[in-house]
């Protein structure tokens, strides 16, 4: 024995030999009844943080899990250690729910398992009134939110905890773990009172990189070719039609292609999955329907030929690279016109406005993560909250530290076109006229007559490009996208526009590189 009850449990219980990175310090929290918030991802090793103090206090732990079958397994993996543990749910038959009711009110569980509709239940919290609590752990907690897709409105129910019994103590657990979760969570749950705990995000062992679209075929097959030759790996498209165009193209250069997507015939993509679980050396082009559940330890590389919605599925994404601890590659490339089609697509859909505009704002934060000039992991991390001291050394904006340049003058010219035009055009339009390309939709407008026409010469087509692109990145610039992609100007573009404001902006690495790229069509 320790003078660490816990650490006791752990050992005798569970057959581990020490806890592991922030554990401990989670389960002194919860025995000493404080509440706690834990953030870690999937396999972080979660179920300790709750399973240790109900062992350690007093009294049953009531853990509050929307997955019937997790909870079936998790029984009998604790039954298997000596743990007296059982679970609720709509699997049981009355008589099964009696005798667990009953070796509850005899004191005869540690560990009782609960489906959240079953708190709404005034039998079952005449229950709980009649038997001694240790904590209450609330497993998905972010299922609590409606910030994310997994919302159950069970989940609200769980406030009740807290006000009929206050001193137990809770912890709330997620893998979810961005800013705005957490605080639905926190203000939801009630635990403004709660400790919070993030760890673990961290995927050292991949290097994350972010090139500008310019031919992003040819990117990727050249990535491919003198990174990857003969790995395994997985290209996200955002398109069907786009899927099977990158496979067939990959084959046709004499790699081994297989397309996934939802719009496939059932047999064909179940095929095409287990190939590629099977064998070594395949590379998967799908949509984000593929992934779900995938645990094939040697991917080397995630490509992205299309901006992720959000910076959590481009976590999600990217994560199903280097399961095995090797070096692996999240590589992408991204350009304005995906910022375009993941807006004009959010804006045609049916989701309510207030959906929307959170939608909108995970984009930003992706496109954000984009146009970063420092660490991208310590931006990754930071987003979950999980903080990285220094620079990680092992991402793009570290390795190659991003040139800035001057960009006022290029930005004011860019912003005044896009006001002296009537705010009604996209960034090709805008380029043309800054450039003084002379042609009949610029001369039908009238907009060769205009003072911004051609005032753009000193810098080239893809130059200019960055520049909208940044602009909007910076939200100096929206899109409009019921207005076919129409720049507009925002608030914050002002002081730029009147010359009181430096604009850094990131030169673009691909253009040093492009040479290179286009060797081959
Ligand atoms: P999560 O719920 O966060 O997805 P789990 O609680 O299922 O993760 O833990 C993932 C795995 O890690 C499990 O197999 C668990 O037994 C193991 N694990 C967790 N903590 C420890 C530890 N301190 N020492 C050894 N193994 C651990
Ligand atoms: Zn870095």
Redesign the pocket.
């Known amino acids: 024995m320790t003078a660490n009850p816990a650490l006791d449990v752990?050992r005798n219980v569970?057959g581990?030999?020490?806890?592991?990175g922030p554990?401990q310090a989670i389960i002194d929290s919860v025995v000493a009844g404080q509440d706690a918030l834990v953030l870690?991802?999937?396999?972080?090793?979660?179920?300790?943080c709750y399973q240790v103090p109900a062992l350690v206090r007093d009294g049953v732990g009531i853990v509050i899990s929307p997955l019937i079958a997790l909870m079936q397994d998790q029984v009998s993996a604790l039954h298997q250690l000596g743990v007296r543990a059982a679970y609720l749910n709509s699997t049981l038959d009355l008589e099964q729910v009696r005798a667990t009711e009953q070796a509850l009110l005899n004191g005869e569980l540690d560990l009782l398992y609960i489906a959240p509709e079953r708190l709404a239940n005034a039998r079952t919290q005449a229950l709980f009134g009649r038997c001694r609590i240790a904590l209450f752990a609330i497993d998905e907690a972010h299922c609590v939110s409606q910030w994310g897709h997994d919302f159950r409105a069970d989940y609200l129910l769980l406030s009740v905890l807290h006000q009929q019994f206050p001193q137990v103590p809770r912890i709330a657990?997620t893998?979810t773990a961005d800013e705005r979760t957490r605080q639905e969570i926190i203000v939801r749950l009630g635990l403004e009172q709660a400790r919070v705990f993030v760890s673990g995000f961290d995927r050292p062992n991949i290097r994350y990189r972010i090139v500008q679209k310019d031919n992003a075929r040819q990117q990727l097959l050249n990535f491919i070719r003198t990174e990857h030759p003969g790995d395994t790996g997985i290209v996200y498209c955002l398109s069907r039609k786009k899927v099977e165009e990158t496979a067939d193209w990959l084959n046709q250069k004499g790699l081994r292609a297989l397309p996934y997507h939802a719009g496939m015939d059932h047999a064909q993509r179940q095929k095409n999955q287990h190939q590629f679980l099977m064998e070594d050396g395949l590379i998967i082009v799908a949509t984000i329907a593929f992934g779900m559940g995938i645990d094939k330890p040697n991917v080397r590389f995630v490509a992205h030929l299309d901006l992720p919605k959000s910076v959590e599925a481009y976590y999600q994404e990217t994560g199903r690279a280097g399961r095995d601890g090797l070096p692996a590659n999240a590589w992408m490339a991204y350009g304005l016109q995906d910022v375009l089609t993941l807006r004009q697509m959010l804006a045609s859909s049916n989701a309510d406005e207030a959906h929307k505009r959170v939608e909108y704002h995970k984009l930003d934060a992706m496109l954000a993560l984009c146009e970063m000039v420092s660490c991208r992991r310590q931006a990754l991390l930071g987003y979950f909250g999980d903080e990285l001291e220094q620079g990680c050394g092992n991402c793009d904006t570290c390795l190659e530290p991003v040139a800035t340049w001057d960009g006022s003058v290029a930005a004011q010219q860019a912003l005044s076109c896009i006001y002296r035009t009537g705010q009604r055009f996209g960034a090709t339009y805008l380029i043309d006229v800054l450039l003084g390309k002379s042609d009949e939709r610029i001369r039908n407008n009238g907009h060769d007559r205009q003072s911004t026409f051609g005032i753009g010469k000193a810098l080239d087509e893809k130059t200019w490009r960055s520049v909208f692109r940044q602009l909007v990145a910076k939200s100096l610039v929206e899109i409009d996208f019921e207005g076919h992609g129409s720049l507009k100007l925002t608030e914050a573009c002002r002081p730029v526009l009147r010359g009181e404001q430096t604009l850094m902006l990131r030169k673009d690495v691909q253009t040093a590189k492009v040479g290179r790229d286009r060797v081959e069509k």
Do not use: E, I, N, V
């Open positions: 752990l569970f581990y030999a020490s806890f592991r554990q870690m991802p999937t396999g972080g090793g979660k179920s300790l657990l893998a």
